[in-house]
């Protein structure tokens, strides 16, 4: 028989509100959330455990790439370096810091999509 013990941990507010956050939209309970979150990998897996991201299914992931075809974020881009590359698109250190934060996002939007096709990149 399995007992469980309790352990105890000081979390700041940003953590505790994360570890709120993460584990509502993974409908678990927080306790769940955090053994998944630690243990997924290790060798303390249990057969209970659950895993904290659910996988995409094959629609959801065709309409994402759909959605992504239909954008206009590829002409965008290209506008952007056509514009800096003429000279015409002055780049402050506010447009730096949002093309910056846009190539994360592309960045983000990539990993997660060969992520949930089970590629490797």
């Known amino acids: 028989m399995t007992t469980n013990s309790p352990y105890s941990i000081r979390l700041t507010v940003q953590q505790r509100a994360f570890i709120k956050e993460q584990s509502q939209a993974a409908k678990m309970s927080e306790s769940d959330w955090i053994r998944t979150v630690l243990f997924t990998d290790a060798a ?23 959605l992504l075809g239909q954008s206009r974020i590829p002409n965008n881009l290209n506008q952007i370096a056509k514009g800096i590359n003429m000279g015409t698109l002055i780049v402050t250190p506010d447009t730096e810091r949002h093309l910056d934060e846009a190539y994360r996002m592309v960045l983000w939007i990539r990993q997660t999509l060969i992520h949930q096709l089970g590629l490797k990149a």
């Open 44 to 66: 303390l897996v249990t057969p209970k455990q659950k895993s904290a991201v659910k996988r995409a299914s094959d629609r959801d992931i065709s309409q994402v790439i759909y």
